[in-house]
């Protein structure tokens, strides 16, 4: 009897996958993201051997969209590619506790924008009634920007500080996966609604000017710090997009 029940529910799972497929091997996807977010945040304890403590937090938010093109190479897989702009915002927090019993801290806000150009994969694996369809993606791209700015604070015991800087040099990557929904309002036009995964790396090169002020006299200095910065980010990313199957 479980037998049968389990035969009978295969066949109709497979009756209604079959009834709802309406994707061709040649069928194209033509479509675009209208916003894919992602937000990670890390928290990072340093205890040095003198004594010192100090603590980091880090937060990034990214936003992109684009044009997507893909095709059907069979009635559940597609192949393509996406062309994609995002902007990026990144705050960082940090406190130290030094050995004469002062605080010390920083806190940078960089904004960034890159476009990038990628492929995907993406498989449909199951229909419902209502013209829903449950998709799994993998993504990944790789870019470049033309630049970004970064501002920030500083203060200890008896100064602080603003600083202000660019980004140039930026070359980034990343890669991904989701698991998704296409809800078809007509035929061959549907709207995606995907949750997932990201990694992404970026190098860039910052330059920054710090003024500082000595609490005690008003006397304000002026130094220069530069440096080349590798980020690597993991991240959940929630997208929705559009599509229109030709």
Do not use: E
């Amino acid at each position: 009897m479980k037998k049968a029940i389990l035969v009978t529910s295969i066949s109709l799972l497979c009756i209604v996958l079959d009834s709802q497929a309406q994707f061709k091997p040649g069928t194209l996807m033509v479509g675009t993201t209208i916003g894919t977010s992602s937000f990670s945040s890390a928290n990072s304890d340093y205890s040095y051997d003198d004594g010192a403590a100090k603590s980091t937090d880090t937060k990034t938010y990214a936003f992109s969209l684009g044009p997507q093109v893909g095709i059907f190479l069979t009635p559940n897989f597609v192949v393509g590619g996406t062309f994609s702009f995002s902007i990026n915002n990144s705050k960082v927090n940090s406190t130290t506790d030094n050995t004469n019993s002062t605080v010390s801290g920083t806190s940078t806000n960089t904004t960034t924008s890159t476009v990038s150009l990628g492929p995907f994969m993406r498989y449909y694996f199951a229909g419902l009634p209502g013209k829903n369809w449950f998709y799994m993606q993998v993504n990944g791209a790789a870019g470049t920007g033309s630049g970004g700015n970064s501002s920030g604070t500083t203060y200890s015991s008896t100064t602080t500080g603003t600083t202000s800087g660019s980004v140039s040099n930026i070359m980034t990557w990343n890669a991904g996966g989701s698991l998704g929904m296409t809800h078809f309002f007509y035929k061959r036009i549907g709207m995606d609604i995907a949750l997932g995964y990201t990694y992404s790396h970026t190098h860039n090169y910052d330059q920054n000017t710090t003024n500082t002020v000595t609490t005690a006299t008003g006397k304000m200095t002026t130094s220069t710090n530069n440096y080349t910065l590798n980020t690597g980010t993991n991240g959940v990313t929630f997208g929705v997009g559009f599509h229109w199957f030709l």
